[in-house]
Each structure stands twice: as structure tokens, then as C-alpha cells.
């Protein structure tokens, strides 16, 4: 079996076994497996992740995942490695001086039920999800199965390449909460080349873009409110009303000030509050998300929305807590790195156009690994490998044309050589 086939085989199997961000144990007993029988170093659970730095990570949701996955035959001794942290970090060095690389593979699914249409490849083929209401929709399996066909090839080459090399499965891409966690590690300090890259997005099979656009600054925040209980008619004035103040927040928020540099949004996603009809609700809850064309506009926006949640409160009297549960910043390719990619692409039998900029709107927190690069000097770049889509990503019916996998696993292997070939 080629490069190619296996990364075809690997990514069927990943997608039989979705996993939503921080509960993706499976998937990393699979990533350790086949990386540790090669000679990888690799670091799991707390080593590759920075406890302060996670966000949106339930201990709950944590447990269940880690149940589902013993239950599923994963390996109790690999699971109890991971000391409840999913992802991994895999690092070779070949003993010579050269250049640190670091190649990024996000891992984690989408909270979707994978359609029952007939006519998808994964219905047709026997690979459909076999976890309810979880699905690799964004394309991710394939990020992941590269990932470890690529490890393959640096091992079947090593006598070929010169420096470090150092593979990033990151957990929990989706909602923009893992890259942070990863990146205070402090395992990409000594990197000087952060490559990471997308399936499918906005381009065809066949397409590559090396300046993706329009991928926005983004801060998720979680807002719970605390008031006081109190019979509405009797003693109404001893009562704090947090469904009210979530109310006004929520009406505050979508009425904030814009920017006048660029585009900036809110998204109110949930809210929810209230016990029962008669009596002063006392908790209430509000789900929202900020983006912003570049940093400065997305800061704008938290700035704002931290105000009226605190002012608001204020107002009705209520106790208040906002939590950072996603991040994600700009992307800002670095020339001299995008110039490579482009040429290694333009090599890739595969690749038959290489388009400079595309706009994508949406968010991705590889930037956040890529400002942890570029803080100690290291070049980064995030581009976009084409593959033809049934439907959008996140959908139910989504499935990408699998020679999309051929294209990622040339440009990063042809990068390597160009990077840290001898
Ligand atoms: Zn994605």
C-alpha cells in the first residue's frame, strides 16, 4: 500500500470514530499507535497541553468520552497517558543540524448526524459514523490521516532529512478552544517553520490557495448571571432578576457599536434562564460569539460586550462571571514561507492551480499556534488544498473528494524536503 492508500484507508476508519473537541480519545489512541511503532517521541496528555490555556473543556463531557472509549476496546494503559487531555504531539529528530519544522493536523469532528442518503460515500463504502449525533463534517479525519501518512514518510526518509521535525495533532479545532492550549505548552518554542493547512474549504479538487482570506478574529464567552429568589407578589423587592438582565445583555449586545475598519459581529447563540413561573428567576445563561476582521476590531468587540454584561449586571443587581471558552486570531502567512508552498504546489502532480487568495469566513485557531511561532521568530503558513465537496462543511451530507488527501500528503512531504531535505 502507497503513502496515498494508507492516508485513504486512515482517514475511512477516522471517520467511523468522530469525536467532539477534548473527547477525541479514540483518535489519539489511533495517532499514538501508529506513531510510537515508528520511533516517533511523543508527548500526550499534560505534556502537550497547558491546563491555564484550556477553554471550553467540560470535565463531564471528559469522562463520558473517556467511558464510550474504553467501552469501545481503546487501551486502558493508553487512556490513563492521557491524563484526560486528548491530542498529541509527536517530535524526530534526525541527529543533524537544521531547521525546526512543525506540521499541524487538527483532529476533532462536528456535533451532526451523518445523513442517511444512499448516495454518500460513507453509506456506500461502509465507513459512516459510528458515533450518534457526532461526524467528521469539517474534514478533519482527512487533516488527521495525512498527518500520519506524512510521519510515515519522514521515517521511510530520515536518512534524507536534516534538523527536527515535530507533528501537532491538536484537539478541539472546532469552536476555536485547543490551538491556545497546545501552544502554552511551549513545544513549539523552538520551531522555525509552522506549516498547517485545510481540506476542501472554497476550492475545488485539484485548486491550492496560499493566502486564505477572510478568516476572522474570534472570541467565544460564556456569561452566567446570579440573582436572588423571592416571591414575585409578596416580597418582589428582595429578589434579583437575572432572566431580566440576561434579556437587556442579550438586546445590548446585538445593538453594540461596529468598528469602523473592517467587519466585525456578534452572534448571541443561547440563552437561558429561570427555575419556575413564580418565583424571581435567579440563573440565567448566555452562549456568544465576537469575530473581527483583524485583531484590533475582534478586541473592540469583547471590550464592549465585557462592559455590558458588567454594567448590566450592575444595573439589576445581579452577580456576574464571563469565561473565555474559544480564541482564535489573525491569520498572517508569512511571504517567505507562502512563496514555497506555492512552488512546492505548483510541482504536485496533483495540483493543477494555485490560487493566491480566496475568502473564506471562518475561523481557525491554528492562528493561535502561528502568533506562538512568529513571537520567537519562526515562520508560519495556513493554506487551503482544494477537494470537491457533496455540501458545505459542518452539514450533514458533507464528504470531500478523497484525492484532495493525494495533494495535502505531496505539498507537505515536497515541503520537508524543500525545508529540511539534505
Ligand atoms: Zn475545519
Redesign the pocket.
Known sequence: MNYVEKAVCLRRALHKIPELGWGEFCTTAKIIENLEPLGWKLYVGRQQISEEAVMGRSEEFVQKSIERALSEGVDKALIERMEGYTGCVAEFDTGRPGPVTALRF?IDCVGVEETDRKDHLPNLEGFRSQHEGAMHS???DGHTAVGLSVAQWIMDHKDELNGRIKLIFQPA??GVRGGAAQAASGLLDDVNYLLGA?LAMMCKTGEVCIYPGGVLCTTKLDVRLKGKPAHPTMSPQLGRNALACACTIVSELLGMARHGNGLGCINVGLMQAGECRNVIPVHASIQLEVRGETAEINDFMVDQANRIVKGTALAYDVEYEVEKVGEAGELLNDPELADLVKEVSEKVPSCRKVIDHKKLG?S?DFTMLAARVRAVGGKTEFFVIGADRTAA?HQREFDFDEKGLETAFDIFTGCLRRLNGK
Open positions: 487538527d469539517c474534514g478533519h479545532e472546532e485545510h471562518c481557525e462543511h
